[in-house]
C-alpha cells in the first residue's frame, strides 16, 4: 500500500464480489483504514472466509450472500447495510464471470452468462444502492477489464459486457452527479497474483512475456487497484466522475496484442 494514508473512520463500504482477488484487497484497504465493510458474496463459504480474513485486526466487517444476478437478494443486502450502519459512502461493484472461447463456440446461454453477471449484475448493485446512499457524497466504483477497451478475441462477451459496465459508469455520473454522487470504473491491468493471471501466465516464459510487453515492465498489485479505489472515494478525488481509470502499467495502450496470442 502507498505510504499516503487515507482515514475512512465512520464510513460505510459495501464491495459487492468482496470475497476473493482484487475486490478482496479493496475491502481489506477500506477495513484497514477505518471503515466498516460489507461484502457480498454468492459463495457463503468463500464470504465467511474472507469475513474472518478481514476482521483479523478488529476491523467491523460482514459477510451477505447472494447473487447479483439477483435483484432482490442485491437490494435486501443493502437494505440490511444501511439498517445497521446507515448511509452508505462507498459502493464497489467487482463481480464477475469469464471463460475463453471464439465467438462461434459461445452459446447464446454463455454469452448471456457473462453479461448478466458484468452489466446487468453491475446495474443491479448501483442502482439498489441508490436510496441507500449518502447523498451528497457517495463514490461508486465499477471493476472494469481491459476488455472493455480494447477488443479482444476470444472474449466478445467479455468486451461487451465490461464497455457496457463504462458506459453505464459515465451515464450514471451524469444522472446522479446533481446529487452529489460519483461514479467511476477501475480497469485493472495485469495483476499478480490474481486467477486471470494465473490462467494466462502458468508458465515464468508467459510472465516475463507479459510483463516485459508492459510500459512499466512488470506486473502491478492488488495493493495499487485498492489505492486507487481508497483515492476515489477520498476527498482526493471529490471532484472526478464519469472516469474509467486504467490501472495497468499502461497495458492498454499495447492493444489487443499483449493477450492475443495466450487468450
Keep these: 500500500m502507498s505510504d499516503l494514508k487515507f482515514d475512512f473512520s465512520g464510513k460505510v463500504v ?8 482484487i475486490n478482496l484487497g479493496i ?17 457463503p463459504e468463500r464470504g465467511l472466509s474472507a469475513v474472518q480474513f478481514l476482521q483479523r485486526d478488529g476491523a ?6 447472494g447473487d447479483v444476478r439477483d435483484p ?4 435486501g443486502a443493502l437494505s440490511d447495510v444501511f439498517t445497521q450502519w446507515g448511509a452508505i459512502d462507498v459502493v464497489v461493484s467487482g463481480a464477475a464471470g469469464n471463460f475463453v472461447a471464439p465467438a462461434v463456440n459461445i452459446s447464446p446461454n454463455g454469452f448471456k452468462s457473462v453479461v448478466d ?22 463514490s461508486l ?8 477497451l480494447v477488443p479482444m478475441p476470444m472474449q466478445a462477451h467479455v468486451c ?15 444522472e446522479w452527479g446533481p446529487q452529489g454522487i460519483r461514479v467511476n470504473s477501475i480497469v485493472p491491468g495485469p495483476i499478480d497474483g490474481t486467477e486471470g493471471m494465473r490462467r494466462l501466465t502458468p508458465t515464468e516464459a508467459d510472465r516475463q512475456a507479459v510483463a516485459s510487453a508492459v510500459p512499466l515492465r512488470r506486473f502491478g ?43
Design 221 to 263: 498489485t492488488v495493493e495499487a487497484v485498492a489505492s486507487a479505489a481508497l483515492m476515489l472515494s477520498s476527498s482526493l478525488g471529490e471532484y472526478i466522475t464519469g472516469v474509467v481509470l486504467p490501472v495497468d502499467g499502461g497495458a492498454s495502450l499495447a492493444g489487443p496484442g499483449l493477450f492475443s496470442s495466450r487468450l
Design 60 to 65: 467491523q466487517v460482514v459477510g451477505l450472500t
Design 27 to 43: 475491502a481489506d484497504a477500506f477495513a484497514r483504514a477505518g471503515a466498516k465493510v460489507a461484502i457480498f458474496s454468492r459463495n
Design 14 to 21: 459495501f464491495v459487492a464480489g468482496g470475497s476473493s482477488g
Design 117 to 138: 453477471i458484468d452489466l446487468l449484475g453491475t446495474f443491479n448493485v448501483l442502482r439498489a444502492a441508490y436510496p441507500c446512499l449518502r447523498a451528497p457524497g457517495a
Design 72 to 75: 432482490s437478494a442485491v437490494a
Design 141 to 148: 466504483i465499477n471493476i472494469s477489464a481491459p476488455q472493455g
Design 160 to 174: 461487451a459486457a465490461k464497455a457496457g459496465v463504462d458506459m453505464l459508469t459515465k451515464v450514471l455520473a451524469m
